[in-house]
């Protein structure tokens, strides 16, 4: 069984930066293609942006490009979300997820985390 456990969340001012961490156990974590989700209040969950199971392929949404990174370490089974230039728009709870098939671009997700808390105030 693949699990995930997020990390990293809280409370930052507007315009700073925080680092999510997402720890995969289970499985081969090197083949896997890897997302990060955000789920705001009142909104449906939202693809922030993905890493395929080779690193050489990522997916930005708009609103974030030029602001976060993601990131992988086959090494330690862990992939990353690094925020900069928050936003309050950007307050949700953010989650990571799994697809087990080393496809070209991630697209099926199976396994997610339990989610944790971003709250970016003005």
């Known amino acids: 069984q693949v699990q995930l456990v997020e990390s990293g969340g809280g409370l930052v001012q507007a315009g700073g930066s925080l680092r999510l961490s997402c720890s995969v156990s289970g499985g081969t974590f090197a083949t896997y293609g890897l997302g990060w989700f955000r789920q705001a209040p009142g909104k449906e969950r939202e693809l922030v942006t993905s890493?395929?199971?080779?690193?050489?392929?990522?997916y930005y949404t708009d609103s974030v490009k030029g602001r976060f990174t993601i990131s992988r370490d086959n090494a330690k089974n862990t992939v990353f979300l690094q925020m900069n230039s928050l936003k309050p728009e950007d307050t949700a709870v953010y989650y990571c997820?799994?697809?087990?098939?080393?496809?070209?671009?991630?697209?099926?997700?199976?396994?997610w985390g339990q989610g944790t808390q971003v709250t970016v105030s003005s």
């Open positions: 997820a799994a697809d087990l098939v080393p496809r070209a671009a991630p697209r099926e997700y199976v396994s």
């Open positions: 890493i395929n199971w080779n690193g050489y392929r990522t």
